[in-house]
């Protein structure tokens, strides 16, 4: 399956002390797939090395118009040519003001004025710098002319101060990227997602959860807000940070999450079930925490939990439904037959004991149409292939209940 994640990117690095977290963003960019050549002008070698930037995008670094790697000599046309984007992180005062007017006499300026495809820059300067009038007129002209402006955000400065013109986290700036770069498969679309484990108390302290990290449901979450969706998510306790965009309701039981999807579902067109909803709970969890005493045996009484994908798969007018199935054998045969039972559209089937926790995921996807397996590869990526794929599934969906 081709990989529509698959995006190139051109950083550019100006001198200011944002510098620092163009590192991070670089990795974060390349861990979500993004083919990433770093160009940076002299100034913003003063503040972190060409060698560092290579050893995190895998490419040299180019800071030189006359680079005798190109081998025309064109290097200021050359490397932007088939890039998808050109982000200029962190982007100074300086900098700005020479692309409001089109200025040309360094090798990622010069990238800038010759390209193709679209700008996006991360200002980042001291809070006077950005409120004067030649930055906010630079700015509003650069806007006008359909460069995306990402942040700056408000809060403390690396000279003392306090104000706007921070540069946005790398985080952020990698979110924000991704988001540009995604097609639009999910415009408009609504999308339900569980993610993470349930916590099922046993007592005040203690409880009955598993290993799920959440990072596969959040990675799918952000990439259906990426794809255009409006996304609201139930999680269980999970330890990260919310995907930007996302309207998100954080619960502990199974029957919390059951609770929450019920209040949701009837506006969702999709329903992604990802969370790892434990199958049982203590019937009564006890108020005070359990003493230990002298008994041999502590025995707990289990009662079964609502099938929360179950249920919404058998509503009248359920939306397109999704569920996950981790198994430790028998993948594909125990998926279907899940699939079949659950009566969902598609499974997405992978190994529990690979996929619960860690960072990379290798899935089959199992629908009417038979298997695809989709390549191990980081759950950022994973998913973005998954939302391709259902996509691709609930616009044939559609079409059919259409015709
Ligand atoms: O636990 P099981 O293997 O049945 O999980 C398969 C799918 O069903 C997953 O998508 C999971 O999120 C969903 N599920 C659920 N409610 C449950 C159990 C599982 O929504 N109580």
Redesign the pocket.
Known sequence: MADPSHKKVILGLTGGIAAYKAAELTRQLTQGGIEVQVVMTESACGFITPATLQALSGKPVFTDMWDARVSDNMAHIELSRGKDAIVVAPATADFIAKLTHGLADDLLSTLCLARECPLLIAPAMNRQMWDNAATRRNIAQLEHDGVVVLGPASGDQACGEVGMGRMLEAVEIAEAVSAFLAPKFLSGKRVLI?AGPTFEPIDAVRGITNRSSGKMGYAVARAAIEAGAKVTMVSGPVSLSSPVGAEITRVDT?SQMFEAVRRNVARADIFI???????YRVDKPREHKIKKTDERQLQLKLVP??????WVAARPRAPFCV????ESRNLDVYADE?RRR?KVQLMVANRAQEAIGADDNEVMLLDDAGTHRLERAPKEVVARQLIAHIAKLYGATRRKVKA
Do not use: E, H, M, R
């Not at 079930?273 to 199958?279: F, G, K, M, T």
């Not at 939990?305 to 179950?310: A, Q, R, V």
């Not at 569920?323 to 981790?326: E, H, L, N, P, Q």
């Open positions: 569980t199974a079930a990802v969370a790892a909803v434990a199958d939990n609502p099938d929360i994908l179950g569920g996950f199935a981790a899940k659950k």
